[in-house]
């Protein structure tokens, strides 16, 4: 089953500049930045897609588009197979997300966020919410901190827990590494592979640490400048990686993105 599909998606945002001119200041428009410039993708259910990209590759901005944080500015795309207004509120239940940081009350422990983040969803009891807290290795002293004074690391299994409330189908992380320690990257991925192996739950990874992506990824997604370079597969991408000599993932996307010199950013 498709669980996500774009065709020609886009996302805008206008620069301004400070104009001087017979001493006055103003603001115009200086140009159009394209995050997204018309991608086309597609995803399965029951894959785990690496997403790959320099800073600035427009890979948070889909996430937030998949997410309902942020309207595309042309192009379309579905959900489940949903596309309009109302169907995509539906499929949105379906899906749990980590982008960028953590939210939540600043005043409140973990526990107490967890908690009032359940309440927006059905059939969540507490004992769901202290089972995550054990699966994401948030520990008791740990989720009775208050978020404003939680560690990076700790914020970051927190975001992981809330993004399993409701148990989705469909996950997205962005960068759920970051703040780790060695263990907390162990146990990431490991969770990661269990979610999906167990519960055929499709995720959507965003990240910078290539050989750790690498050892958990069925698919690949290559984003350069706003564009899909290419989707592969994690077999197809080793077997490439062999027959050129590289020694990476880091490299091959490296090689990718040299031949895209030229390569438009609107």
């Given at each position: ?14 620069e ?28 399965e259910?029951?894959q ?47 899906m ?12 409140l422990?973990l526990w ?24 994401v ?28 409330l ?38 959507l ?17 290559f ?42 950013s609107?």
């Amino acid at each position: 089953m498709t669980v996500f599909e774009a065709n020609s998606l886009t996302k805008a945002y206008r620069e301004k500049m400070i104009s001087l001119s017979e001493r006055r200041i103003s603001l115009r428009n200086r140009m159009t930045f394209n995050a997204l410039g018309g991608v086309d993708l597609q995803m399965e259910s029951g894959q785990i897609y690496g997403l790959v990209g320099n800073n600035g590759a427009g890979k948070t901005t889909l996430m937030r588009i998949m997410a309902g944080l942020t309207p595309p500015t042309r192009g379309t795309f579905s959900l489940f197979g949903s596309g309009s207004d109302r169907e995509l509120f539906l499929a949105r239940q379906r899906m749990g997300s980590l982008i960028a940081q953590p939210s939540g009350y600043d005043q409140l422990t973990l526990w107490q966020n967890l908690v009032n983040q359940s309440m927006l969803l059905t059939g969540i009891r507490q004992e769901d919410i202290a089972a995550l807290c054990d699966l994401v290795g948030l520990e008791e002293g740990q989720k009775h901190r208050r978020l404003r004074m939680a560690s990076t690391g700790e914020k970051q299994r927190y975001g992981l827990a809330a993004a399993l409330l409701g148990n989705p189908e469909l996950l997205l992380l962005d960068e759920p590494m970051n703040g780790l320690d060695p263990r907390g990257i162990v146990d990431t991925r490991e969770l990661l592979l269990r979610l999906n192996r167990e519960q055929g739950m499709t995720i959507l990874i965003s990240s910078h640490l290539l050989t750790e992506l690498h050892q958990v990824a069925t698919d690949y997604i290559f984003l350069h400048k706003g564009k899909v370079l290419e989707t592969i597969t994690a077999a197809e991408l080793d077997s490439r990686i062999a027959e050129r000599g590289l020694g990476s993932v880091e490299d091959y996307f490296l090689a990718l993105v040299k031949t895209q010199t030229d390569y438009p950013s609107s």
